[in-house]
């Protein structure tokens, strides 16, 4: 297994379009997190799914954020009318879990998305 | 809520001297706690982690051990190299593991 990936690497928006980013878990992963990070910041967590289903979402940071995890694959989170703010480090990281036991959580190397 | 505080950086070192980062941590609850490092172009990696109080975490040299008491989890190494350069998250993780992390602090180790 390669590890967790993610898709793009880069991306480059202007102010108000939409934007998508792809992520692949390690392939018997159950648990998917979406969380963001600011210059000199740590990660904040977005939005997590054990398998298909979005258990926490309250964290998405507006109404234009949303994730999906369709068949409990890979992910996206997208984020819509994409203002400067939003310009980030968006990171996915998934883990086995069962219960509230857990595998370490392993991190892909993110989305850098830049707003102009 | 939960809050993880760690010094702030850069720690500058030279080769061989020891390193501390300190972190201190708000939660409900018994959390986990989490040494993460970022090193330049990749991505967050586990350094170490201890899941209960007492408990120590150890790997590649680096250790640090989880106080309850003191609500800390300072991260130690006896003897850095220039390769720990790196960007070092502390972080804890409670109800299903989301992780909250700390603002990292950067370690650079010149020869």
């Known amino acids: 297994d390669t590890g967790v990936s993610q898709n793009p690497r880069h991306k480059i928006t202007k102010r108000g379009q939409n934007v998508t980013f792809r992520c692949d878990p390690i392939?018997?992963?159950?648990?998917l997190y979406w969380y963001r990070q600011t210059l000199g910041q740590g990660p904040e967590f977005l939005t997590y799914?054990?398998?298909?289903?979005?258990?926490?979402k309250s964290r998405l940071l507006s109404d234009r954020f949303s994730a999906e995890r369709p068949k409990g694959s890979f992910s996206t989170l997208e984020i819509q009318r994409t203002e400067q703010g939003d310009s980030a480090m968006y990171l996915c990281?998934?883990?086995?879990?069962?219960?509230?036991?857990?595998?370490?959580?392993?991190f892909g190397q993110g989305t850098r998305l830049t707003v102009v | 809520g939960n809050s993880v505080t760690q010094m702030e950086g850069p720690v500058t070192l030279s080769e061989e001297a020891f390193l501390t980062i300190n972190c201190t941590y708000t939660?409900?609850?018994?959390?986990?706690l989490f040494w993460y490092v970022q090193y330049p172009g990749e991505g967050l990696q586990l350094l170490l982690k201890?899941?209960?109080?007492?408990d120590k975490g150890s790997n590649k040299g680096f250790e640090a051990t989880y106080r309850k008491e003191t609500t800390s989890f300072h991260l130690e190494k006896g003897s850095v190299q220039v390769s720990d350069s790196a960007v070092y998250f502390c972080?804890?993780?409670?109800?299903?593991?989301?992780?909250?992390f700390g603002k990292g602090t950067m370690l650079l180790v010149s020869p």
């Open positions: 990281a998934s883990s086995l879990g069962t219960g509230v036991t857990d595998t370490e959580a392993f």
């Open positions: 392939s018997e992963h159950n648990r």
């Open positions: 799914f054990q398998n298909e289903a979005q258990l926490e």
């Open positions: 939660a409900t609850g018994y959390p986990s």
């Open positions: 201890a899941t209960k109080a007492d």
């Open positions: 972080a804890l993780a409670s109800g299903y593991s989301t992780l909250t």
